[in-house]
């Protein structure tokens, strides 16, 4: 819960249940980089994604047409994109300041009143993130907070979420909880009491339906590190 009702550089913040419900369309925008290798990388990581939450995804060119554009960019341009996505004025809040200053890479997404996700951004800075050897982790960590679990916590691990362990690919946990995100029984807007009480009976289902204790093998099927040959 800490992971998907928190919110990364917002200490104490609690907010609404968070995912999305129309179907994702993903514009790959590599301008600093192999660009062949950051597509690949990306449709692997998002479909597998896909696969495991149930969410239709697919892959546009046109930037009108797309709902979530992951780019490659230079550090030196990661303000100004976040400032063109979310405002200068949110930009300059010390969260947003902060997240740009520590952080190797960012996700912003925008909310509906249904508190679905209407919209995201995924910025890598490519030159500074190979520098950093974190290219594959901000590919796999991002796109999976896109989906509905921004914030990173020291009580999940191993995870990509962990504060406390340096995770590159999806661990069995992560798996789970994505699974758990999407069940039907949650929804959009959701607080952490309507969460807490839809919870037992979401894992009951999972236990029946062998997710919870196949994890370890289902996480790697179609995954990013399996592509990777790992």
């Given at each position: ?10 200490p ?20 600093l980089?192999?660009?062949r ?33 992951i ?14 996505y ?7 809040t010390?969260?947003?300041?902060k ?28 030159d ?18 896109l ?6 916590s ?13 995770d ?14 999407y ?28 997710e ?16 990777a040959?790992?």
């Amino acid at each position: 819960m800490e992971v998907a009702l928190k919110r990364e550089y917002q200490p104490g913040s609690s907010a609404s249940l968070v995912r999305w419900q129309a179907p994702i369309k993903v514009r790959v925008d590599s301008q600093l980089g192999n660009s062949r290798m950051q597509r690949q990388m990306s449709k692997v990581q998002f479909r597998h994604l896909a696969a495991i939450t149930g969410q239709p995804l697919s892959f546009v060119s046109s930037a009108k047409e797309a709902n979530l554009r992951i780019a490659f960019i230079a550090r030196d341009h990661m303000t100004r994109e976040a400032a063109a996505y979310v405002g200068k004025q949110q930009a300059a809040t010390p969260g947003m300041r902060k997240a740009l200053r520590e952080g190797v890479c960012l996700t912003l997404f925008k909310t509906g009143p249904d508190h679905a996700i209407t919209s995201g951004l995924i910025l890598i800075p490519a030159d500074y993130a190979r520098q950093k050897a974190r290219l594959v982790d901000c590919v796999v960590e991002e796109s999976a907070q896109l989906m509905g679990l921004p914030n990173d916590s020291d009580r999940v691990f191993p995870s990509v979420f962990s504060d406390v362990t340096v995770d590159t690919w999806l661990s069995p946990l992560d798996y789970v909880l994505l699974k758990m995100l999407y069940a039907p029984e949650l929804s959009p807007g959701m607080s952490a009491a309507q969460v807490r009480a839809a919870l037992p009976a979401v894992i009951q289902r999972l236990a029946e339906q062998g997710e919870l204790s196949h994890a370890i093998r289902r996480v790697r099927q179609g995954s990013l590190r399996e592509w990777a040959g790992d």
